[in-house]
């Protein structure tokens, strides 16, 4: 990821969703950006999520534990087919 990092106008978020998407490896996926908080309220909406990226990082890293990447791809997978099909 520090590599891509050196390309002009790649940072952080955008080099971990690159390397996550085509790694398969989900728990380098940027895993409290808004898509993620957005699909974990719909998801699971009895729990108070906070609503800043810094204040939902670490509630959703213990939340999920071993389980981040899986976690995240599922959030983001069926925030995708919901959001394709507009079932809410």
Same mark, same amino acid.
């Given at each position: 990821m520090e590599e891509l990092q050196t390309a002009p106008r790649i #940072?952080?978020?955008? !080099? #971990?969703a690159a390397? !996550?998407?085509f790694t398969h490896d989900w728990t380098l996926s940027p895993h409290s950006d808004l898509a993620v908080r957005t699909w974990a309220r719909t998801t699971a909406p009895d729990v108070d999520w906070p609503t800043t990226e810094p204040e939902f990082a670490e509630p959703w890293r213990a939340m999920t534990g071993p389980q981040l990447g899986a976690?995240?791809?599922?959030?983001?997978a069926w925030g995708a087919r919901h959001a394709e099909h507009s079932i809410l």
């Open positions: #940072g952080p978020w955008t !080099a #971990g390397v !996550a998407d976690a995240t791809l599922f959030v983001l």
